[in-house]
């Protein structure tokens, strides 16, 4: 946990998260780390929503300095700039992304999006599927491969997809 702190924090807190330490415990610091990208995923969340690409970009910018491992901060950075139409540095975080945490599926996920919005349909696709290889009772992986199919003007697999995804919520009731 310490480890992860200073990951959050910086080297350069160390004097001052040791004095919060002493003052008010161990968890606190923690806590106020996590609050603070929780904070900047909230403000970005709302930029993004309101088209204001350029801010919520500024903010996520900040949250990965905070937290440089964090994938989700990778994630919606990635969205960011896929929305601003800057596909290479969103491709870069959503690769950065995916080695961060390579059994995830929605590291899969959000990367086959910015594909997608690059049109680089195969590529997507080829994401899509390891996703649903590592979630295949995960029927947004499906519908998420049935937008890829359609693009491509399979249809049929497309459909498919559909289906399956469809079978998988009612089996989940």
């Known amino acids: 946990?310490?480890?992860?702190?200073?990951?959050?924090?910086?080297?350069?807190?160390?004097?001052?998260?040791?004095?919060?330490?002493?003052?008010?415990?161990?968890?606190?610091?923690?806590?106020?780390?996590?609050?603070s990208i929780d904070d900047m995923f909230v403000a970005a969340s709302k930029a993004l929503n309101s088209g204001q690409n350029k801010e919520a970009i500024?903010?996520?910018?900040?949250?990965?300095?905070?937290a440089p491992t964090d994938p989700e901060v990778l994630?919606?950075?990635?969205?960011?700039?896929?929305?601003?139409g800057d596909h290479t540095r969103a491709l870069a975080d959503s690769n950065k992304a995916v080695?961060?945490?390579?059994?995830d599926p929605?590291?899969?996920?959000?990367?086959a999006r910015v594909l997608r919005a690059d049109d680089k349909f195969e590529k997507a696709l080829e994401d899509a599927q390891?996703?649903?290889?590592?979630?295949?009772?995960?029927?947004?992986v499906f519908l998420a491969r049935a937008?890829?199919?359609r693009d491509m003007g399979n249809d049929a697999a497309a459909k498919a997809d559909e289906d399956k995804a469809a079978a998988l919520d009612k089996a989940a009731r």
């Not at 929605?106 to 990367?111: F, G, H, S």
């Not at 649903?132 to 995960?138: F, G, H, R, S």
């Open 99 to 103: 080695d961060l945490k390579p059994t």
């Open 147 to 149: 937008d890829i199919y």
């Open 106 to 111: 929605e590291m899969y996920l959000a990367r």
């Open 58 to 66: 500024r903010v996520l910018t900040r949250a990965a300095q905070a």
């Open 130 to 140: 390891k996703a649903a290889e590592l979630a295949p009772t995960n029927s947004d």
């Open 1 to 35: 946990m310490y480890k992860k702190m200073l990951q959050r924090t910086g080297a350069s807190s160390v004097v001052a998260f040791g004095a919060i330490v002493l003052v008010a415990g161990f968890a606190a610091p923690a806590q106020a780390a996590e609050q």
């Open 75 to 84: 994630v919606m950075r990635a969205r960011a700039y896929t929305s601003d």
